[in-house]
């Protein structure tokens, strides 16, 4: 049975096709997701053990396509539950997919009061979508809470273009400017250059928000995992992958690999943070032979195994669980961090708050040089 607080949030949602259960004529083997996943087909899943809970959220209309198919979020549910188990601490339940409201405004409502709810449960949500605009729903569950946040996109575009009508396209201007405003920071990675209008990253600039170009982030993967882990709200959209690997990518042939994806979204369910995650830019008529549907399938694995891995994770305020080093560069006493269990590592703004940075960061202070990551984010405090 459902907690009680998620009985506004059902009529929402639709079970899931029971069609995706069988791969040639015959069930899941016990060693495979479908076996394991806890999912909406007739009965509402127990959520309160889960440590994932995935949704699907067909609603398109932002990006032009007026009828909701949820063929695409079905084919990803039909690869991933065919992949094999391998992380036995990851509770997974699966709550089926939302209903498209009369309006996009009334998805937007739906999905937004739906991960609201599972956010006060404590629970991490990663979102199949839809288009991009969506992500104002997973800001929205922050805003009306009124708590500032960081917020983290992949994408191979800046979805600032405020010529066009469709919010997939200009969502992030609404995301940037609307009052009152609860966006600490924004990051952007994996943008294409030839994309981007240099008015935008001027705009970016200014609002002292970070921007990773895409063959910068490729030569230094390792330097995201602390950019991710810092947001409460993570999205990527598959037009940030290349073609190759992800055919329902009609943007561009460039991009990050499915395995360079991958590693992304394993540092998205390493962050304690980011307890919402959005997949969009799927379009399953776009698609080859279900790569793509694959694709993200693999990513979704990837995440069950960076949320094995974050629970290896001890509380900062448990220091006997980290290496602490106390150290002075231009003039400034700070304090850097090291888990013991995995090697990541923390700094200390001059508030004594601390944010999550890399060995390249302590490396440099050791080197009594200001980490840039330490002074944009001294800024921002």
């Known amino acids: 049975m459902p907690f009680s607080s998620l009985d506004t949030i059902i009529d929402f949602l639709e079970p899931v096709s029971t069609g995706i259960f069988y791969n040639n004529d015959e069930g899941f083997n016990t060693k495979q997701l479908g076996s394991y996943i806890d999912v909406y087909t007739e009965n509402f899943p127990g959520v309160d053990a889960a440590d994932l809970i995935i949704i699907g959220c067909p609603e398109a209309r932002g990006a032009g396509v007026i009828k909701a198919d949820t063929s695409g979020i079905d084919a990803v549910r039909k690869h991933f539950y065919q992949l094999y188990h391998w992380h036995a601490d990851v509770k997974i339940a699966d709550i089926g997919n939302m209903k498209t409201g009369a309006s996009l405004e009334d998805t937007y409502s739906a999905l937004q009061q739906t991960l609201s709810e599972l956010s006060s449960l404590q629970k991490k949500v990663v979102i199949l979508g839809g288009s991009h605009d969506l992500m104002m729903a997973q800001y929205n569950v922050f805003a009306t809470q009124q708590k500032i946040i960081e917020a983290t996109c992949v994408d191979a575009l800046l979805d600032m273009n405020t010529e066009s009508r469709f919010a997939a396209d200009n969502f992030l201007m609404k995301m940037f400017t609307v009052e009152p405003n609860y966006l600490k920071h924004y990051n952007h990675i994996g943008f294409q250059s030839y994309f981007v209008h240099p008015a935008m990253l001027e705009t970016i600039d200014k609002l002292r928000f970070d921007c990773y170009r895409v063959g910068v982030v490729k030569e230094h993967m390792e330097t995201m995992e602390p950019v991710i882990r810092n947001a409460s709200v993570f999205a990527i959209d598959i037009s940030a992958i290349q073609n190759s690997h992800a055919p329902a990518n009609r943007i ?63 509380p900062l305020e448990q220091r006997e669980y980290y290496n602490e080093f106390k150290l002075m560069f231009a003039d400034f006493e700070t304090s850097f961090l090291q888990s013991k269990k995995t090697q990541r590592w923390w700094m200390q703004l001059p508030d004594k708050t601390f944010v999550a940075c890399s060995n390249k960061d302590y490396a440099a202070a050791l080197n009594n040089e200001i980490p840039e990551r330490w002074l944009r984010a001294a800024e921002r405090s």
């Open 252 to 314: 561009t042939p460039n991009g990050f690999t499915g395995e360079e994806a991958c590693m992304l979204m394993q540092y998205a369910g390493m962050s304690a943070l980011a307890n919402t995650i959005g997949i969009y830019g799927y379009n399953a008529s776009q698609d080859v032979s279900d790569l793509t549907a694959k694709q993200i399938s693999h990513m979704l694995w990837y995440l069950l195994d960076g949320i094995q891995k974050g629970k290896q994770e001890a």
